[in-house]
């Protein structure tokens, strides 16, 4: 059984399906820049039409009817909305594409999860310094506020940025998501500082100004696989796992849920191997200062995106050279037994959420925790019939009913990801992570159902009522 007011709901992002990407007054994005480089995404791809959502939103909707969902996570375009990223100018046609899909959802007795940013940032902010800039975190605020004050008065549940991990590390230090740097061992740190202080900025806007009227809930999603010691009896493998959940979850939740500051750990460790490389200058790991914002309690609820699990040991770094690999001294591996889906990362390990879920409750007092993304990919070979997703979607739930029920986890709902298939980031079109179907070689985008949207629906019909039928 699940709660009866338990949020069951499917997500997507903005870049990865609306397209339009020039449409009525939009300003471009880093996506749209780094997307428009030779070499940066499979087969070339890019999301100027993507699923074509800006046109087609309709589709979506009967999608999202289909599969009797209570709620729907999408994303705002933040250059759709302001297209040099400040309120100096509005888009009105922006604004009157996100009212129409808001009102739309609400009739539908679907509620709304609002992200204000997934990944993609407006390039005009990008060409000012974007978020290795201090001064973003106040342009941040400025779009958050406007969003507030638009749309607040129908969404209760708000995300301020998604996955800051994933947009610090894979943006400026591998260089495979926009903006595509790589200034290893220090911008990301960097990065993720300012994106710790922009959340923050927002938090406080909403409490102060917004949630007295609007009343709903701001958080922001972090995602984490499952550590666990290759050798459970070892205690350098211990330590390691230790270390890469504070370097990839207590990065963000630490200052958020626990001290207002980072993981003592993950500090010692930057600094430790600063001092062994002989670097010069100030940790790497920037410091929160008195005119900062507090940190410290800027959740209304802990947003987890969950995929996969790793074992650990120490090592996998990178040499004599500073990057967050040889910070961290964390080996990640795959144990044989568990099966991969598509991309080569995406181990099948369902048990993993249910030990992460419990280590949240426990390192983080308990929080209401809402599963904002967890998926099954698709590569190569169509199936539609996706018997192997299907039983990923059953074994997966368990798990969280297990979680809720057996190990008292505060778990509020559960996204899966994605409602269709989209464009996936560096890996374009080649991975598919949809309960529908969409045919991106038919001119009208046909969305089609998987027997796993199907049987997500049948999952949904059974307990959404409190009641299993």
């Known amino acids: 059984m699940f709660p009866r007011d338990f949020a069951w709901g499917a997500g997507t992002a903005a870049y990865q399906i609306e397209g339009g990407w020039q449409a009525d007054g939009k300003g471009p994005s880093i996506w749209d820049a780094f997307c428009h480089e030779n070499g940066r995404v499979f087969g070339e791809q890019n999301g100027d039409v993507a699923c074509n959502s800006y046109e087609l939103w309709e589709k979506d909707l009967e999608c999202i009817q289909q599969l009797g969902v209570t709620h729907y996570r999408l994303s705002l375009s933040w250059a759709r909305l302001l297209p040099d990223g400040t309120t100096r100018h509005v888009n009105q046609t922006g604004v009157q594409y996100y009212n129409k899909v808001i009102d739309d959802l609400l009739a539908c007795d679907v509620s709304p999860m609002v992200t204000l940013y997934h990944f993609d940032l407006p390039q005009t902010l990008q060409d000012q310094g974007g978020w290795k ?58 990065v993720g500082h300012n994106m710790l202080r922009a959340h923050a900025m927002a938090w406080h806007s909403y409490n102060s100004v917004y949630r007295p009227q609007q009343k709903g809930a701001v958080s922001l999603a972090l995602n984490s696989d499952w550590f666990e010691p290759s050798d459970q009896h070892c205690n350098e493998d211990i330590a390691a796992a230790e270390r890469d959940l504070a370097f990839t979850l207590g990065w963000f939740a630490w200052p958020v849920f626990v001290t207002g500051d980072y993981p003592e750990v993950m500090r010692t460790a930057i600094d430790a191997r600063s001092a062994k490389l ?14 900062d914002p507090a940190i410290l309690g800027t959740a209304d609820f802990f947003a987890l995106n969950y995929y996969t699990s790793r074992k650990v040991k120490p090592g996998g770094g990178c040499g004599e050279t500073l990057c967050i690999k040889s910070d961290r001294d964390a080996e990640e591996v795959l144990d044989s037994s568990w099966p991969i889906c598509g991309v080569s990362w995406l181990a099948v390990v369902p048990y993993g959420l249910r030990k992460l879920l419990k ?109 299993p039928k």
């Open 278 to 291: 002989r670097y010069n200058g100030a940790s790497r790991l920037p410091s929160f200062s008195s005119d």
């Open 359 to 467: 280590y949240i409750k426990d390192t983080f007092n308990n929080p209401e925790v809402y599963i904002t993304e967890n998926g099954f990919s698709q590569v190569g070979q169509l199936q539609m019939e996706d018997v192997q997703r299907c039983e990923f979607y059953k074994d997966t739930i368990m798990e969280v009913a297990k979680a809720i029920h057996q190990d008292g986890v505060n778990v509020r709902g559960y996204f899966a990801w994605s409602l269709m298939d989209n464009f996936e980031w560096a890996d374009g079109f080649s991975v598919r992570f949809g309960l529908f179907h969409v045919d991106f070689s038919d001119a009208k985008l046909r969305r089609t159902i998987y027997r796993s949207g199907r049987e997500y629906a049948k999952i949904i019909e059974k307990y959404k009522s409190g009641q």
């Open 133 to 190: 800039s201090p001064g973003i975190a106040t342009l941040f605020d400025s779009y958050a506020k406007f969003c507030f004050q638009t749309f607040g008065d129908r969404v209760k549940l708000w995300i301020t940025i998604n996955e800051p991990h994933v947009c610090a590390k894979l943006g400026y230090e591998d260089g495979i998501h926009a903006p595509g740097l790589k200034e290893k061992g220090t911008a990301a740190y960097l």
